[in-house]
Protein backbone atom coordinates (compact mmCIF):
# COMPACT_ATOMS: atom_id res chain seq x y z
CA UNK A 1 0.00 0.00 0.00
CA UNK A 2 1.32 3.75 -1.24
CA UNK A 3 2.26 5.64 2.19
CA UNK A 4 1.74 9.35 2.13
CA UNK A 5 4.93 10.94 1.99
CA UNK A 6 5.64 14.31 3.46
CA UNK A 7 7.71 16.72 0.41
CA UNK A 8 11.48 16.68 0.81
CA UNK A 9 12.57 19.50 3.23
CA UNK A 10 15.84 21.08 2.15
CA UNK A 11 17.97 23.08 4.72
CA UNK A 12 20.92 24.94 4.48
CA UNK A 13 22.75 25.84 7.22
CA UNK A 14 25.64 27.67 7.35
CA UNK A 15 28.84 26.34 9.86
CA UNK A 16 29.30 28.36 12.48
CA UNK A 17 32.54 28.40 13.96
CA UNK A 18 33.53 26.11 17.55
CA UNK A 19 35.80 28.66 19.07
CA UNK A 20 35.79 32.29 19.70
CA UNK A 21 37.12 33.75 16.47
CA UNK A 22 37.83 37.96 16.12
CA UNK A 23 34.77 40.24 15.09
CA UNK A 24 36.28 40.48 11.70
CA UNK A 25 37.62 37.13 11.03
CA UNK A 26 34.26 35.64 9.94
CA UNK A 27 34.17 33.73 6.97
CA UNK A 28 38.01 33.01 7.11
CA UNK A 29 37.78 32.32 10.50
CA UNK A 30 35.21 29.81 9.85
CA UNK A 31 36.57 27.90 6.79
CA UNK A 32 40.22 27.54 8.60
CA UNK A 33 38.20 26.02 12.13
CA UNK A 34 37.02 23.35 9.39
CA UNK A 35 39.79 22.59 7.12
CA UNK A 36 41.79 19.65 7.38
CA UNK A 37 45.81 20.44 7.12
CA UNK A 38 46.14 18.03 4.01
CA UNK A 39 43.75 20.05 1.76
CA UNK A 40 43.86 19.79 -2.06
CA UNK A 41 41.85 22.61 -3.50
CA UNK A 42 40.93 22.95 -6.51
CA UNK A 43 40.25 25.80 -9.21
CA UNK A 44 38.07 24.65 -12.29
CA UNK A 45 37.41 27.30 -14.38
CA UNK A 46 35.30 26.97 -17.88
CA UNK A 47 37.58 27.56 -20.77
CA UNK A 48 34.63 29.26 -22.73
CA UNK A 49 36.23 32.25 -22.80
CA UNK A 50 38.41 35.17 -20.62
CA UNK A 51 38.85 34.35 -17.11
CA UNK A 52 36.45 36.45 -15.42
CA UNK A 53 37.29 38.42 -12.46
CA UNK A 54 35.29 36.94 -10.04
CA UNK A 55 36.64 33.24 -11.09
CA UNK A 56 40.23 35.21 -10.51
CA UNK A 57 38.72 35.72 -7.43
CA UNK A 58 37.92 32.40 -6.52
CA UNK A 59 40.82 31.29 -7.81
CA UNK A 60 42.63 33.42 -5.01
CA UNK A 61 40.82 32.64 -2.33
CA UNK A 62 41.31 28.69 -2.99
CA UNK A 63 45.15 29.26 -3.90
CA UNK A 64 45.80 31.65 -0.13
CA UNK A 65 43.70 29.13 1.71
CA UNK A 66 45.65 25.95 0.35
CA UNK A 67 48.80 27.36 1.04
CA UNK A 68 48.24 28.93 4.07
CA UNK A 69 47.56 25.13 5.26
CA UNK A 70 50.42 23.70 3.46
CA UNK A 71 47.90 22.11 0.67
CA UNK A 72 47.99 21.23 -2.82
CA UNK A 73 46.01 24.08 -5.25
CA UNK A 74 45.31 22.19 -8.45
CA UNK A 75 44.08 23.45 -11.57
CA UNK A 76 41.71 21.29 -13.47
CA UNK A 77 39.76 22.74 -16.61
CA UNK A 78 36.00 22.46 -16.57
CA UNK A 79 35.57 21.49 -20.43
CA UNK A 80 31.94 20.06 -19.72
CA UNK A 81 29.86 22.94 -22.17
CA UNK A 82 31.46 22.10 -25.35
CA UNK A 83 28.85 24.24 -27.33
CA UNK A 84 30.13 27.63 -25.41
CA UNK A 85 34.13 26.09 -25.73
CA UNK A 86 36.21 28.95 -27.24
CA UNK A 87 39.52 28.00 -29.02
CA UNK A 88 42.63 29.26 -27.30
CA UNK A 89 40.90 29.71 -24.09
CA UNK A 90 42.37 26.64 -21.90
CA UNK A 91 46.05 28.39 -23.15
CA UNK A 92 44.74 32.07 -21.79
CA UNK A 93 43.78 30.77 -19.06
CA UNK A 94 47.02 29.31 -18.33
CA UNK A 95 48.60 32.51 -19.43
CA UNK A 96 47.02 34.84 -17.19
CA UNK A 97 47.00 32.84 -14.13
CA UNK A 98 50.34 32.21 -14.50
CA UNK A 99 50.70 36.19 -14.63
CA UNK A 100 48.64 37.14 -11.48
CA UNK A 101 51.25 34.93 -9.69
CA UNK A 102 48.75 32.34 -8.51
CA UNK A 103 51.10 29.11 -8.45
CA UNK A 104 49.46 25.67 -9.59
CA UNK A 105 50.60 22.55 -8.23
CA UNK A 106 48.85 20.24 -10.48
CA UNK A 107 47.16 20.92 -13.84
CA UNK A 108 46.80 19.97 -17.29
CA UNK A 109 50.53 22.22 -17.90
CA UNK A 110 51.94 20.84 -15.07
CA UNK A 111 51.01 16.98 -14.93
CA UNK A 112 50.44 15.07 -11.60
CA UNK A 113 49.47 11.93 -9.64
CA UNK A 114 45.91 12.38 -10.11
CA UNK A 115 45.26 13.18 -13.94
CA UNK A 116 43.89 13.91 -16.47
CA UNK A 117 42.99 16.94 -15.49
CA UNK A 118 40.66 18.07 -18.20
CA UNK A 119 37.31 17.33 -17.57
CA UNK A 120 36.18 15.85 -21.07
CA UNK A 121 39.14 13.49 -20.49
CA UNK A 122 37.57 11.58 -17.44
CA UNK A 123 34.83 10.33 -19.03
CA UNK A 124 35.65 6.88 -17.99
CA UNK A 125 35.70 7.72 -14.34
CA UNK A 126 32.77 9.34 -14.37
CA UNK A 127 30.98 6.32 -16.39
CA UNK A 128 31.98 4.02 -13.59
CA UNK A 129 30.78 6.21 -10.90
CA UNK A 130 27.14 6.55 -13.19
CA UNK A 131 27.05 2.77 -13.51
CA UNK A 132 27.40 2.53 -9.77
CA UNK A 133 24.58 5.00 -9.06
CA UNK A 134 22.34 2.93 -11.27
CA UNK A 135 23.25 -0.20 -9.76
CA UNK A 136 22.37 0.96 -6.21
CA UNK A 137 19.38 2.72 -7.40
CA UNK A 138 20.60 6.19 -6.45
CA UNK A 139 19.88 7.13 -10.06
CA UNK A 140 17.77 6.23 -13.18
CA UNK A 141 17.97 6.54 -17.13
CA UNK A 142 15.93 9.48 -18.19
CA UNK A 143 15.06 9.31 -22.14
CA UNK A 144 12.74 12.22 -22.50
CA UNK A 145 13.46 14.08 -25.92
CA UNK A 146 14.67 17.57 -25.65
CA UNK A 147 11.60 18.78 -27.09
CA UNK A 148 9.71 17.40 -24.25
CA UNK A 149 11.31 18.65 -21.78
CA UNK A 150 11.12 22.34 -23.53
CA UNK A 151 7.40 21.72 -24.08
CA UNK A 152 7.44 20.83 -20.22
CA UNK A 153 9.58 24.02 -19.47
CA UNK A 154 7.96 26.34 -21.37
CA UNK A 155 4.18 25.47 -20.11
CA UNK A 156 5.79 25.61 -16.41
CA UNK A 157 6.88 29.47 -16.73
CA UNK A 158 3.90 30.64 -18.10
CA UNK A 159 2.25 29.37 -15.03
CA UNK A 160 5.00 31.13 -12.91
CA UNK A 161 6.06 27.77 -11.51
CA UNK A 162 9.66 27.17 -11.47
CA UNK A 163 10.97 24.94 -13.96
CA UNK A 164 11.75 21.55 -13.18
CA UNK A 165 11.96 17.88 -14.60
CA UNK A 166 8.19 16.05 -13.76
CA UNK A 167 9.77 12.60 -13.20
CA UNK A 168 8.56 10.89 -15.91
CA UNK A 169 11.09 8.36 -16.24
CA UNK A 170 11.81 7.51 -13.01
CA UNK A 171 9.53 4.80 -11.89
CA UNK A 172 10.50 3.06 -15.63
CA UNK A 173 9.88 -0.76 -15.47
CA UNK A 174 13.39 -2.66 -16.08
CA UNK A 175 11.80 -4.45 -18.92
CA UNK A 176 10.81 -0.74 -20.71
CA UNK A 177 14.18 0.28 -19.79
CA UNK A 178 15.88 -2.76 -21.50
CA UNK A 179 13.58 -2.22 -24.71
CA UNK A 180 14.44 1.29 -24.80
CA UNK A 181 18.13 0.51 -24.59
CA UNK A 182 18.12 -1.66 -26.98
CA UNK A 183 16.13 0.62 -29.41
CA UNK A 184 19.04 2.74 -28.89
CA UNK A 185 17.07 5.24 -27.36
CA UNK A 186 19.66 8.16 -26.45
CA UNK A 187 19.37 8.55 -22.12
CA UNK A 188 20.68 11.31 -19.35
CA UNK A 189 21.00 9.90 -15.92
CA UNK A 190 19.20 11.61 -13.54
CA UNK A 191 19.56 11.33 -9.68
CA UNK A 192 16.70 9.95 -7.79
CA UNK A 193 16.57 12.65 -4.69
CA UNK A 194 14.51 11.00 -2.00
CA UNK A 195 10.60 12.09 -2.42
CA UNK A 196 10.39 12.46 1.18
CA UNK A 197 12.51 13.16 4.58
CA UNK A 198 15.31 15.98 5.31
CA UNK A 199 18.27 16.51 3.08
CA UNK A 200 20.98 19.17 5.07
CA UNK A 201 23.09 20.85 3.09
CA UNK A 202 26.12 22.21 5.70
CA UNK A 203 28.16 24.83 3.46
CA UNK A 204 31.09 27.16 4.33
CA UNK A 205 30.65 29.60 1.83
CA UNK A 206 27.91 30.78 -0.73
CA UNK A 207 28.24 28.96 -3.99
CA UNK A 208 27.31 29.50 -7.51
CA UNK A 209 24.35 27.56 -9.03
CA UNK A 210 24.88 26.20 -12.72
CA UNK A 211 23.03 24.13 -14.40
CA UNK A 212 23.43 22.26 -17.68
CA UNK A 213 21.23 18.95 -17.67
CA UNK A 214 21.45 18.03 -21.49
CA UNK A 215 25.03 18.40 -23.39
CA UNK A 216 25.43 14.64 -23.91
CA UNK A 217 27.85 14.58 -21.46
CA UNK A 218 27.88 14.22 -17.96
CA UNK A 219 26.00 16.93 -15.90
CA UNK A 220 28.31 20.04 -14.85
CA UNK A 221 27.30 20.07 -10.72
CA UNK A 222 27.58 15.96 -10.76
CA UNK A 223 30.68 16.05 -12.73
CA UNK A 224 32.42 18.34 -10.13
CA UNK A 225 30.99 16.33 -7.11
CA UNK A 226 32.39 13.36 -8.39
CA UNK A 227 35.35 14.82 -10.30
CA UNK A 228 36.60 16.50 -6.54
CA UNK A 229 36.10 12.52 -5.20
CA UNK A 230 37.67 11.85 -8.12
CA UNK A 231 40.84 14.02 -8.59
CA UNK A 232 40.95 13.33 -4.65
CA UNK A 233 41.39 9.47 -4.73
CA UNK A 234 43.14 9.53 -8.27
CA UNK A 235 40.20 8.05 -9.81
ZN1 LIG B 1 12.50 11.38 -18.75
Known amino acids: MATKQSPVKIHVRAIKP????????GLAMTIFNYMPTNIRARFAPSPTGWLHIGSLRTALFGYLIAKTLHGKFILRVEDTDQKREVAGA??????????????????PHLGGDYGPYVQSQRLAIYEKYAEQLLAENKAYRCFCSVERLEKMRQGQQAKKLPPRYDRACRELAETEVNKKLAQGEKFVIRQKMPLAGQVIVRRIARRHKISGPRFGRPDFNKVRWYADLSVRRGG
Open 18 to 25: EIASPPNA
Open 90 to 107: VESLIKILDWTGIRFDEG
